[in-house]
């Protein structure tokens, strides 16, 4: 059945892609129809997938060279595109039931289906075009009609808006007329093989062969234009010209869609070219979760053209129609567009303002000679004065609050300190936070991990490390991972001499010379999202501020290490000048809406010399401690009194306080413990929270007295052994 199903649908050495899916997806290329039978018949016997299927219209020869007459299992994008087909050999029309996705129809839906088809083809018939290839499709119902058309733009809109006619004229709640066959590669259920969707034991909803019902002795062809006369059913839309609506996304500061997904938690997959259908260039295009119904899953996608104009939409009949202005609806909180559309509004204003500041009123010394008296030309009306600030009812701004606050949370990074972590809860984005701490205690260390760990996960980091020699903090990180993969591998020899100081000066070649270049190569791959910045000349907080909002489209956090180190303007006092540049950093990240570090010094005098006092309160900020008000947390970090302990010399006992927590200001009242690992460059996942009594900490015992964030049901499980303090090869001699 299925050798002769291939017999009537392809030419003898045409190139085929097979296709198996829904289980480990299979593909391969043939150009011999009964290897290809016999590879499709083995999988369908195998019954780990859903459906096997094939390229309706004939593929480019090169493409035989990915696996010749034989079956593998798919990698990424080596599957046929669009723009590996050679013609338009068939107009497709598939028949399908509707129901949840996953599972086959039942018999009444599927003979609704195969009714449905029959109505088509007779009302298509009385248009004269000729008989077509009928098909049981499994669950529904196929006919494949002959053309040959080439494989551009033009027939790919055509054969679109003659699918989307018939869906109009014969879709209803029963059965569904698919729009997606538009495209060249669509692959398309083999005959022969079996559907097989959800549950085969499920009451009424059985498994079937698709199969061949009819065919023509002879296929005749479908003239170009009767598939216009049925696409001309469908009116064309009115749509704004790409170029203006670029132009427009570019004057607006539009990020890009790419950026824009993540900043709004839109998760993409599959990227891949997108050609303009005029030739004019080359767009992206991403697979997305569809946002209006949530049992279409990947059926979506996202793209942006080449002039960056962006564009949306989903596979499924029931989301025709909608397209990017309804994808950002769906994802962006209520009344979004509305405020575009002002900002749009005011932009446009302020454009013709100055256009009409730029070409005065013409006088009569400007008419051309002989011309006579220039005409009278009225002077603009003053423009309307608009209200110093915009005020909006808290009903309205309160609409959709929980989606948009879950936005935020979905967008948070984490500090990877596990203290930190368990006490702000992360990073938001409109954070800025102020992290304070002697010289020698820490401060670029730990920066410098929280940078690392974000660009491990993918997030992109921008790290201006004014303090720092040029690659310091590469260095550390490269420090840490050598001494990561020694004890993972088990080494002991020499671990006493490990420090970065003995790394710098090449004293560890022994022990860590092994690694160094799986580690640079680990790095190469790891680090691509993290982009540091070494001062080179003076940099002033108008240099940071600009700085930010250039790169904030393709960041999502900025560390600056440290605050200390940005000049201040001529004739400003240290205390003036650095609220100065805080209140500028604070006023960035509310437009950007990008988290912001700051790391400043604290007073090398003052509280470490007072004997009483166990950590240092926000008077110790170097400057004015006045920076804590206008940030959203503020943390001091300080190291214990005590030496270490003689069994572990390399744990050092860490302080950190929390005096200004804008969500939870009781936290100030609070002293954290948590160890430091020397050698590694990091912290330990687990703390101690208690309370600063006279010079010494106190840890809190009962847990009635902890804040929530410290109670043991609030605390992550504990890490796996390889991601402790003590490594492999640390325990205790």
Sequence with gaps: MIREALGLIFDPGQIVEVRAL????????????????????????????????????????????????MVQIAKRGESTTDRDILRRRWFLVDC??????????????????LARACAIRDWLGARSWPAPLEADSGNGAHLMYRTEEPNDAPTLVLFQRSLQALCNRFGDEVVDIDLKPHNAARIWKLYGTVARKGDPKAAGRPHRRAKVLQAPSIFKLVARAQLEALAGEVPTAERKAPAAQAATQAASGWPGVESWCRDHGVSIYAEKDWPERDGSGTGRLWETECPWDPEHGRAAWVGEHASRRPDAGCQHNSCSGKRWPEFRDAHEAPGARQERERKEREYQERKREREERRSPPRTDADAPPGVGEAPEVKAPAPAKERPPCRFESSATRIVGEAQERAKLVERALQFNVPALDAALGGILPHDLIVLGAASGVGKTTMVSLIAESNARQGRRVHLFALEAEKLEVERRIKYRRLVDAYFCAGRSVGRERLSYRNWYWGKLGRELGDFEGRVEHEMEQDYRTLHTYYRDTQFTGEKLARACMEIHAETDLVIVDHLHYIDLEDGESENAGVMAIVKRVRDVVLCIGKPVILVAHLHKRGWQEK?????????????????????????????????????????????????????????ASYVIQTGFNARRGCYGAEFLVGREVGAKFEPIRETGSLPYWALPEMLPAPAPPTRDNRMPGEDDE
Excluded: C
């Design 22 to 69: 829904n289980g480990p997806t299979l593909t391969g290329y043939f150009d011999n129809l009964d290897r290809l039978a016999i590879e499709a018949a083995k999988i369908d016997r195998a019954s780990r997938h859903e459906g096997v299927y094939v390229t309706a219209n004939p593929v480019h020869p090169d493409l035989l060279a990915r696996a010749v007459n």
């Design 96 to 113: 399908d039931a509707k129901r949840p996705k996953g599972i086959s129809s039942t018999d009444e839906q599927h003979e609704a289906a």
């Design 611 to 667: 004997q009483a006092t166990l950590m240092p309160d926000i008077d110790a900020f170097h400057g004015t401690g006045a920076i804590t008000k206008i940030a959203t947390a503020a943390v001091l970090v300080a190291r214990s009194k005590d030496p270490p302990a003689p069994s572990t010399p390399w744990i050092w006992e860490t302080l950190i306080r929390l005096p200004k927590d804008r969500m939870e200001g009781s936290n």
